[in-house]
Structure formats: C-alpha cells, structure tokens
Nanobody, 128 residues
Framework: VRLVESGGGLVQAGGSLRLSCKVS????????IGWFRQGAGKEREGVAC????????NYADSVKGRFTISKDSAEKTVYLQMNSLKSEDTGTYYC??????????????????????WGQGTPVTVSS
C-alpha cells in the first residue's frame, strides 16, 4: 500500500499547479483520499478530500473556489488542481487516506480524520 505525490514546484502568485497522488495496493472506489499541507512553523492542515464511492468532496474554507480535487479510479490517481495561488499556500503537500462520515441521508462523505497512510509529500512554493 503506497501513495506517491508529484507535481509540486515553484510558481508565482496567481498561478496554477496540479498535484497528483498515485496510489497502489488498494482501490480508490473503497478509500477516501485527502490532501494536506504543512507550511514552515505551522501545523499540518486538511486542504481537500474526495470520498470513495461517487466522490463527494470537502474543502477547507481557505481554498474553496480556488482548489479542485478529483480522481481517476482507473488510473488510481487523485488530483489537486490549485488555481489563483497565494503565498500562504506555500508548504509541503501530502496525500493520505482519510476516514468517512455518514450524513443524515445515509451517504458517506470524507473528512480530515483517521489519516492512516501517508505519502512522502511534494513541496509547493508560491512567490509573491
């Protein structure tokens, strides 16, 4: 079981990057995946996650409207499209398996908890 991130780099403020998280050893149809980031001197925070079946998504308020998470189950890859990047988006980005909660209508949705398996991270630097 493994997660490998790629796609990080240096970009100017206002620019875009697309991160990829390639998984192996399990199916994205049965596991939710989240993207997390950690800036220098900051705690690691959840950025976005995508649920297992049907793929409902969840975003941190700080990235709503700018970041989009998606997945290609056949390619076993989860993507994070990051637009309108800001200097405060700088940090190392990690993907991880996450837990899922049950909503009132009986559907599962991902959330930033029970992160069991992590990738090694990919650095993102946004210059202002």
């Amino acid at each position: 079981v493994r997660l490998v991130e790629s796609g990080g780099g240096l970009v100017q403020a206002g620019g875009s990057l697309r991160l990829s998280c390639k998984v192996s050893g399990f199916s994205l149809d049965y596991y939710a995946i989240g993207w997390f980031r950690q800036g220098a001197g900051k705690e690691r925070e959840g950025v976005a996650c995508i649920s297992s079946s049907e793929g409902p998504t969840n975003y941190a308020d700080s990235v709503k409207g700018r970041f989009t998470i998606s997945k290609d189950s056949a390619e076993k890859t989860v993507y994070l499209q990051m637009n309108s990047l800001k200097s405060e988006d700088t940090g190392t980005y990690y993907c991880a398996t996450t837990g899922e909660r049950l909503d009132a209508s009986g559907h599962y949705y991902c959330d930033f908890f029970e992160m069991d398996i992590w990738g090694q991270g990919t650095p993102v630097t946004v210059s202002s």
